[in-house]
T-cell receptor, first 116, second 112 residues
């Protein structure tokens, strides 16, 4: 069964703290993603990675960085947390998309981050 | 113009009715189309994928794709209260094989 695991489900952090969100997938997928989801704004892509040590900015990378040292693990880092980063964070993985490839994105259960 | 557009709803239907959810996309070269269901407080889960023009049926769900009109829809037959959720349409980005572009979702309410 497809499995994307986010280690922290609920976190409360203080403004200015450095925050690490960890994600592990067991499907040997090349692609991994970090999204945030806020009411009325839908899913917004923060960063994605298509290979180990490779990363690309998504739509809202400001204030975030990522690390992918191993294929199965993709970490999201908030360098200095702010209240505007209070949100649900979703990790996901997939194989590369192609015509009729049958590939899709599988999501983890989400991490609810509150910054106070 | 948003790349993937959905009516935010809520779409309210009585139990047993057909719910029709619609999505339009802007990139004419898109090839892969997906519908996700998301319950409140949960992560999205895949319910349907479609790649060719026409209909694709899976149980009570039917996905319909019309690439000429850049339109994809999801029909839910015999709607149940447990179908009440937000439905996200997703389309692969032609400029990259890595990304799906999501709509902001349509909230469906099925009244008992």
């Amino acid at each position: 069964d497809v499995k994307v695991t986010q280690s922290s489900r609920y976190l409360v952090k203080r403004t200015g703290e450095k925050v690490f969100l960890e994600c592990v997938q067991d499907m040997d997928h090349e692609n991994m993603f970090w999204y945030r989801q806020d009411p009325g704004l839908g899913l917004r892509l923060i960063y994605f990675s298509y290979d180990v040590k490779m990363k690309e900015k998504g739509d809202i990378p400001e204030g975030y960085s990522v690390s992918r040292e191993k294929k199965e693990r993709f970490s999201l880092i908030l360098e200095s947390a702010s209240t505007s980063q209070t949100s649900m964070y979703l990790c996901a993985s997939s194989t590369p998309f192609g015509t009729g490839s049958g590939n899709t994105i599988y999501f983890g259960e989400g991490s609810w981050l509150t910054v106070v | 113009q948003k790349e993937v557009e959905q009516n935010s709803g809520p779409l309210s239907v009585p139990e047993g009715a057909i719910a029709s959810l619609n999505c339009t996309y802007s990139d004419r070269g898109s090839q892969s189309f997906f519908w996700y269901r998301q319950y409140s407080g949960k992560s999205p889960e895949l319910i349907m994928s479609i790649y060719s023009n026409g209909d694709k049926e899976d149980g009570r769900f039917t996905a319909q794709l019309n690439k000429a009109s850049q339109y994809v829809s999801l029909l839910i037959r015999d709607s149940q209260p447990s179908d009440s959720a937000t439905y996200l349409c997703a389309v692969n980005g032609v400029d990259s094989s890595y990304k799906l572009i999501f709509g902001s979702g349509t909230r469906l309410l099925v009244r008992p």
